[in-house]
């Protein structure tokens, strides 16, 4: 048996994977402020939906992130405070992001969260901290598909140019 082939529990994080982990745990904690900050400007009954269905994703992964990071011995990332809830009419005008605003910034995150899921998955030495980033890799991919489907059907997405190069021209 080789060196680090035994249960990958067992086995020390590298530098790599420790700050790759810290990392998420405070991505996490800051999408979760700032969804339940953006939760108070949306208007929409579905984008308020899959807002809620972010927090509780981005709670639970950070969960399980704060978990294996104790179980290491590395110390935590402060949180912010939780966001208090506020009538939309309260905010003024200008002030609010508007709903496609929302989605676009959410859809955003979701991108990044996918290239950085992929990033430790690559670096990962322990199988443990592979499979956690797969997961969570898969998790954001479904919810992306879900925002995706949103942004279509309420008339958000923003396309870039279309290629029309190998269309006839009639």
Partial sequence: MGILSGNPQDEPMHYGEVFGVWTAVVTEKACIAAYQTLLNHAGDEDLKKLIQEAIEQAKQQEESLE?????????????PPERPQADLESIPPGARFMDNEIAAKMSADVAAGLVAASGMIGQSIREDIATLFGTMHTQKAAFGAKLLRLN???????????????????
């Avoid at 978990?67 to 949180?79: F, I, R």
């Avoid at 059907?153 to 290629?163: D, F």
């Fill in 67 to 79: 978990a294996l990071l104790k179980a290491n011995g590395v110390g935590l990332p402060p949180s």
């Fill in 152 to 170: 279509k059907e309420k008339g958000w997405l923003v396309p870039p140019p279309l290629h029309l190069s190998n269309v006839d021209e009639k």
